[in-house]
């Protein structure tokens, strides 16, 4: 069973940052696909960024590029979303998912994980 834990969310004035993180608490992820959406009031759910546990490989969306870094530690089975120069349109929820069975950033999507963390609000004031 993968359970997913988020913390690290909060209110941060308009570029500043914050870092989130994300645990499990069971088996490793092993060739898992970790990564964050978001989603604000009103809106879909989004992509944010995500990293394939066993290479480390990354993805982004194209609206968090430079500014977002997505990280691991093995020894805590757990990952890091480090958000700096964070905007106003940054505000949203938070999701840590992973997804199990495609083992590629690529293919990455809210479509394709299988486990899911509760949310962490994060709080962008001008």
């Known amino acids: 069973q993968v359970q997913l834990v988020e913390s690290g969310g909060g209110l941060v004035q308009a570029g500043g940052s914050l870092r989130l993180s994300c645990a499990h608490s069971?088996?490793?992820?092993?060739?898992?696909?970790i990564g964050w959406f978001r989603q604000a009031p009103g809106k879909d759910r989004e992509f944010v960024a995500a990293?394939?546990?066993?290479?480390?490989?990354?993805k982004y969306a194209e609206s968090v590029k430079g500014r977002f870094t997505i990280s691991r530690d093995n020894a805590k089975n757990t990952i890091y979303l480090q958000m700096n120069s964070l905007k106003l349109e940054d505000t949203a929820v938070y999701y840590c998912?992973?997804?199990?069975?495609?083992?590629?950033?690529?293919?990455?999507?809210?479509?394709?994980?299988?486990?899911w963390g509760q949310g962490t609000q994060v709080t962008v004031s001008s």
């Open positions: 990293i394939n546990w066993s290479t480390s490989r990354t």
């Open positions: 069971g088996r490793t992820f092993g060739t898992y696909i």
């Open positions: 998912a992973a997804d199990r069975r495609t083992g590629s950033v690529t293919l990455y999507s809210s479509g394709t994980c299988d486990y």
